[in-house]
DNA sequence: TCTGGGGTCCTAGGACCC
DNA sequence: TCTGGGGTCCTAGGACCC
């Protein structure tokens, strides 16, 4: 069914990992903090400070090393089990403000303000950043307006205002608004559509507001046409309040260092299979499509750059760790070459369905399924309970050289009572 | 020396059919 | 010798998002 409401806010947490570090260290509010992905590779969450500094979203590490060091930047590498334990706690505080609610990411949400008074819409907004600060910690930006596009480009806007909230419903300045936000950064323009606008004359939000259906129909494609209508106030991208179960799911990791061996490589995609296996689980699915892949790293030019992956479909749909490693290494023989300094290597499961979904083709005959599904249960259980990993099977290693470097940790662990934050009443 | 990871959606083009 | 055209379905890869 589609259903538009014509009044849409984007709650977006400002520098979300950030925020969730300083909840457990108060000493680096207002100081420039950055968090890195794995391997401590770039850089994917900066504080405003650091963002004055010039570090720049997405960057290499390495890159900004000297900046971060003569400014006395904090880093972080990520935490994603805290950082996901925090998005649950905003998205639980958010949904008292809305029946309607699209949790969009991990830091942000489309809410269905149609029941609010035009009149009422700022005040609210101002208590729903208030309550989600009192609550979790986190601070918040809103952006309201007719379409999810201009929710997102108000939103934009609201990051660089102190009251934190910009309404487009009841402005009468939407045109120079959208005038302020560069064609790149309005939602749905990625860099091929930027270098094409761009080329074309259109340099900003308002400018692709002003051109024709018929141009941007005949030039790019439906979401380019789309993005377009919303920015029109018309809506063609609707609220999605009820999330479905995902339909792939993918593991895949940079080694800390160079690996070469076909058995680190088999070691380090067993630990990715058996991860991507008990997520699906969790999930009560199955997986009829295995794909894998290896690669050497693109940005060394002096060598030979190597990437390849193969895709198998399996005889039967299944959840089953053991077979799907026993599969998932086949593939990866059939497509490891000698030679190589591999960088990187996953695995995606795709095709996935919910488990009662017809499960065995003609002539199967699995006898020990049950036998197998309470070892599956058995494991997850254990692992949730102990730890990840506390059960693993052999392939996965233990020594585990290939794995990421993290030395950034903050180690935080929301389940842990030892990292509770103190509070001192006088 | 050092460049993330996990998703969704769209489309062009091939295979196949009549 | 001359060798159609239109429809559907599927998939790999690209573009985009955070």
Avoid at 105 to 114: K, Q, Y
Avoid at 172 to 178: F, P, S, V
Wanted: charged letters at 25%; a positive charge; one cysteine or more.
């Amino acid at each position: 069914m589609l259903y538009n409401k014509n009044k849409i806010a984007l709650v977006d947490c400002n520098s979300f990992y950030v925020s969730c570090e300083r909840l457990f260290n108060p000493s680096i509010a207002k100081k420039p903090v950055v968090v890195l992905s794995s391997n401590d590779g770039c850089v994917i969450s900066r504080s405003t400070e650091a963002k004055i500094l010039g570090i720049k979203m997405g960057e290499p590490y390495f890159k900004v090393k000297k900046i971060v060091k003569e400014n006395n930047v904090k880093t972080f590498s990520t935490n994603f089990a805290l950082y996901g334990d925090m998005s649950r706690r905003v998205m639980e505080t958010l949904k008292q403000f809305s029946p309607q609610m699209e949790i969009y990411s991990i830091d942000e949400a489309f809410l269905d303000l149609s029941s609010i008074k035009d009149e009422d819409l700022l005040e609210h907004s101002y208590k729903i950043r208030k309550t989600i600060l009192k609550w979790t910690g986190i601070p918040t930006s809103i952006g309201i307006a007719k379409t999810k596009t201009l929710s997102k480009a108000a939103n934009f806007i609201a990051k660089k205002e102190k009251s934190g909230v910009i309404d487009l419903i009841n402005s009468k300045q939407i045109d120079k608004l959208l005038s302020r936000i560069e064609i790149n950064n309005v939602w749905g323009v990625g860099r091929q559509l930027t270098k094409f606008y761009i080329k074309n004359g259109i340099n900003t939000a308002y400018d692709l507001k002003k051109m024709h259906n018929g141009w941007i129909k005949k030039n790019t494609n439906v979401l380019g046409s789309r993005t377009a209508m919303e920015l029109k106030g018309i809506p063609c991208v609707s609220l999605e309040p009820h999330q479905d179960k995902r339909e792939s799911c993918s593991v895949s990791r940079s080694f800390g260092r160079k690996v070469t061996k076909l058995e680190e490589l088999s070691e380090a995609l067993t630990t990715h299979c058996l991860n991507a296996a008990e997520k699906i689980r969790l999930d009560k699915q199955t997986v009829k499509k295995i794909t894998v892949f290896i690669r050497t790293s693109p940005f060394q030019n002096n060598r030979n750059y190597y990437a390849n992956s193969k895709s198998i479909e399996l005889p039967i749909r299944t959840n089953d760790s053991i077979i799907l490693v026993k599969k998932t290494l086949n593939i990866l023989e059939s497509i490891y070459q000698k030679g190589h300094q591999y960088q990187k290597t996953g695995i995606v499961f795709s095709d996935l369905k919910d488990v009662d979904v017809y499960n065995t083709n003609l002539f199967s005959k699995i006898n020990n399924e049950e036998k197998r599904t309470k070892l599956m249960k058995a494991i997850d259980y254990t692992n949730i309970k102990y730890g990840r990993h506390a059960l693993s099977i052999a392939q996965a290693g233990v020594k585990k050289i290939w794995n990421v470097k993290k030395k950034h940790s903050s180690k935080i662990d929301t389940a842990c009572f030892q990292f509770l934050p103190t509070v001192r009443t006088t």
